[in-house]
């Protein structure tokens, strides 16, 4: 299990990696607007969930949600 849990965070990390690459790209080009993503972000944290969800599965895709926002704030609005 210890190799699936490992080889689960390397692509987590290499994904996370294309994305903030994607980011710096599309922000420093004028294709997306940091504002709206982080709005947009913001909105998902916010916004009711739907029932029958796991509440612990909610919580965590939350923060992780959240997490992003405060990386784009940090790195693009601050």
Same mark, same amino acid.
């Given at each position: 299990?210890? +190799?699936l849990e490992d080889r689960l965070q390397a692509q987590i990390t290499a994904?996370?990696?294309v994305i903030e690459a994607l980011l710096d790209a599309t922000i420093a080009k004028g294709a997306?607007? +940091?504002?709206e993503?982080?709005?947009r972000l913001e909105q998902f944290v916010t916004a009711p969930k739907l +029932?029958?969800?796991?509440?612990?599965a909610v919580t965590?895709?939350?923060n992780e949600v959240e997490a992003w926002a405060d990386m784009v704030f940090g790195l693009y609005l601050d």
């Open positions: 299990m210890l +190799a994904q996370n990696l997306l607007d +940091a504002n993503l982080l709005i +029932a029958g969800l796991k509440p612990e965590l895709t939350s």
